[in-house]
């Protein structure tokens, strides 16, 4: 029997392993569940014992335990560095799920429950291949390091502290984390591209009190207007961001991947309907996926400010509030689009009102050299493991954990998902798809055997 | 003893009566209040009758009782309207008053208490006048309707009730309403002209529900980016307003009503301090009275959209909102300016997004005839009571029941205001100036005294 030959075989086992995994309500926010956390921890460094791997770890940390295993037994084959991470998100509210969030089910050939795409399902899928593997060859070809932490869903503080007092042990030829999505059903996908993000807030203050609009309308500076007239001066008449310098730094596209990506098995009608809108906006000049990953943008999140009750209020406030973001492609720099940004908004409002401008966040945009031979490996590995063709792609959203692993550790990162788009990773009725789940353990296995032959 | 030295000379007994008004807490909102309520109104119908009035009425309604009384005895003079409130707003939050809000006291000068400036302390300066009229002179020498309502403060719903069903009763040859403020302390003012208000509510959805800013930035619409364009569209470089024929109707200013409001003894330094902005905004090419008084605006009271609470959450919203007015004046049309701003919004906004407007409320603007006669008498009288110039002033708020007093009976309105604009009519720590208080009283007399020379 063959690697895959046996994966199949092992159908039932695979599942019944999963939910006892899945069981255990590991949420990292809330308190209650510490022993749950720790219960998940055990089970983890378990399963990476039985799977052969040595010197399990369960890492205490000044918050939930993170666990490290490793297989260093191919001297001279490539070392790879395995992420992932068994909390998950809250399961509230609790009466919008059709089955309970701890109590995995199957319908409809998807297995619906907390944790089942994000991440703990994808977590399992590697558990399952290194098994497989150890179960029919006896041993991993190539060199494994696996970290898998207790505190996604809360921040990741205590994976950094690990992470930066065990340089040296972590190091590898590439980094692998299963914890996005494929680009559709049926079509098994390499992410190698995330935009960054930097996250704002702005205050912008008129009079020093709210004022009555009928005394005080027509002379003093309302700064909910301004605040307006601000954000509409961000964009010109073709979507594009005014700010200037904003583009300089952009990365131009290959005609070979902008080709490639405009190729993908995509379809723009579907995207039309899952936003719902009479029409799409977006930068002129640029087809949708290319506005969506490559492009970067300048997004209004949230905006306050004056009367927002019932009925009506007849007031100038002092204050107006908005949230903004940009996203970041390759090779633009968080602190240069800040600085630009904060100079071109200093700029543009007027001397009537005072401004405050607060940085929530900052992450750099990250995309892989997906043409390294790590990449080609794992192409060819998600296609023995779907019998599907495989794609590369890129993600609009942003995973900082990806960037800074990267600029950690400078070697390849590989985002080898096996979600989809629309599993609810953070809402109720989470679920993943069961043919994306067992095309996985057999891809992965196929992808720790293929790199051996590198 | 003439008029004014007899009213000079009555200053505790007139205080001491306020006092007992003012005592009585007839907060018209709060149905704790009822028996309060009532014991006011049987206390002004009182003090109509001691002061000589005939036919007095504690008319029943809906809600709130209005009291009526009349003296009829000057057969060919003038008949006047007087129209007041006996109802005062809650006196919340408590412990913000220096003294309670129902024990009158007097601090530098002022009389603070619940409804000292509105309207009870008003109410009071007339019927005081009619008393020393009556006192001095035996019998008022023109001819005099009183209306004291309830229910100013919860709407006045049952005033124009009582109005329609007693339109020949009330007929008169001019409405005096004593409820509004001086421009200043020691400028007794008659205003004669109020701002119309529309306000309304705008709803835009773009996406079918909230997106991932990540997943769906650039190509979605942001209905928020979209609100801010539109109000940023909806005024010039000049803060005028866009929407075409907008100012069509605006009547010009006579080139002596221009040269008479700029002179007014006003402070710009002072509004500025109020207003306490690090500038003004407004309508090029005007000035700060004009802009406030005799230009229409176009104003925002309130936005929101997405996400408003602590942190960054990284969404597209599906809907936001804003909640905006505009200011009329004469003789701009309520209902036209509706139909042209709904017809700019709907071709200014994209085909990418939907959009729902709702009109909360119309209302007209208002401009007495201020050189009719009787507002000569006014500004005669204002002078003898307060031995102080008197100036024709208009305000930039809008007061609906006199324009409804204005087009039902078609006739002139004096508003004799004995406020100040900083005497927290609706706050903590409500007062009125006792020169006010007395000045009004030998004003009202005198103004009353004067028609009778006409």
Redesign the interface.
């Known amino acids: 029997m063959n690697l895959t030959e046996y994966i199949e075989s092992k159908r039932e086992e695979h599942l019944s392993d999963l939910f006892e995994f899945l069981r255990i309500p590991s949420v990292s926010a809330q308190s209650e569940h510490k022993p749950d956390i720790e219960r998940a921890a055990k089970w983890v460094a378990d399963r990476l014992g039985a799977a052969g791997l040595d010197n399990i770890e369960i890492v205490p940390t000044k918050m939930h335990p993170l666990v490290y295993g490793e297989s260093l037994h191919a001297p001279g084959k490539p070392t790879v560095l395995f992420y992932g991470h068994y909390d998950v998100q809250p399961p509230e509210p609790l009466d919008l799920w059709a089955s309970p969030a701890f109590e995995p089910a199957i319908r409809g050939g998807n297995l619906y429950g907390r944790g089942t795409a994000d991440d703990k399902g994808q977590v399992h899928i590697h558990i399952r291949a290194l098994d497989a593997i150890r179960k029919t060859a006896g041993k991993l070809p190539i060199n494994l390091k696996v970290m898998i932490e207790g505190e996604e869903e809360v921040g990741s503080v205590s994976l950094w502290d690990f992470v930066n007092a065990n340089r040296a042990r972590l190091k590898a030829d590439a980094l692998v984390v299963s914890d996005t999505s494929m680009l559709a059903r049926g079509v098994p996908s390499i992410t190698y591209g995330l935009?960054g993000?930097n996250?704002y807030q702005i205050e912008i203050?008129?009079?020093?009190?709210d004022?009555?609009?009928?005394?005080?309308?027509?002379?003093?500076?309302?700064p909910?207007?301004?605040?307006?007239?601000?954000?509409?001066?961000l964009?010109d008449s073709n979507f594009r961001v005014t700010v200037p310098g904003f583009y300089d730094d952009v990365a131009k596209l290959s005609k070979a991947e902008r080709k490639a990506l405009n190729a993908l098995p995509w379809k723009a009608s579907e995207?039309r309907k899952t936003?719902?809108?009479?029409?799409?906006?977006?930068?002129k000049g640029f087809s949708?996926v290319e506005?969506?990953w490559t492009?970067p943008?300048l997004?209004?999140?949230?905006?306050?400010?004056?009367?927002?009750g019932e009925?009506?209020?007849?007031?100038?406030?002092s204050k107006?509030?908005?949230?903004f973001?940009t996203?970041l492609v390759p090779n633009q720099n968080p602190d240069q689009i800040t600085r630009l940004l904060g100079r071109h908004i200093r700029k543009l409002l007027?001397?009537?009102?005072?401004f405050k401008l607060d940085v929530?966040?900052q992450g750099k945009p990250w995309v892989a050299p997906y043409t390294h031979p790590f990449f080609e490996v794992a192409r060819r590995a998600l296609e023995k493991g779907f019998g599907k063709r495989a794609v590369f792609i890129r993600?609009?959203?942003?995973i900082p954990f990806v960037t800074q692993m990267h600029d950690t550790f400078k070697v390849p990162c590989i985002l080898l998902g096996f979600g989809l788009?629309d599993e609810n990773a953070h809402a109720p009725d989470e679920h993943i798809a069961l043919e994306n789940y067992f095309g996985g353990i057999k891809a992965v296995a196929q992808f720790y055997e293929g790199l051996a032959g590198l």
């Open positions: 935009r993000l996250y203050t008129g009079p020093a009190q004022l009555h609009s009928g005394v005080f309308g027509g002379a003093a500076p309302n909910i207007t301004i605040l307006c007239e601000l954000f509409a001066k964009h995207f936003v719902g809108a009479p029409g799409l906006g977006g930068e949708i506005q969506l492009r943008t997004e209004l999140n949230g905006i306050w400010g004056g009367y927002t009925g009506s209020k007849t007031v100038i406030p107006a509030y908005a949230k973001s996203r007027p001397k009537t009102v005072k929530h966040s993600e609009g959203g942003s788009p």
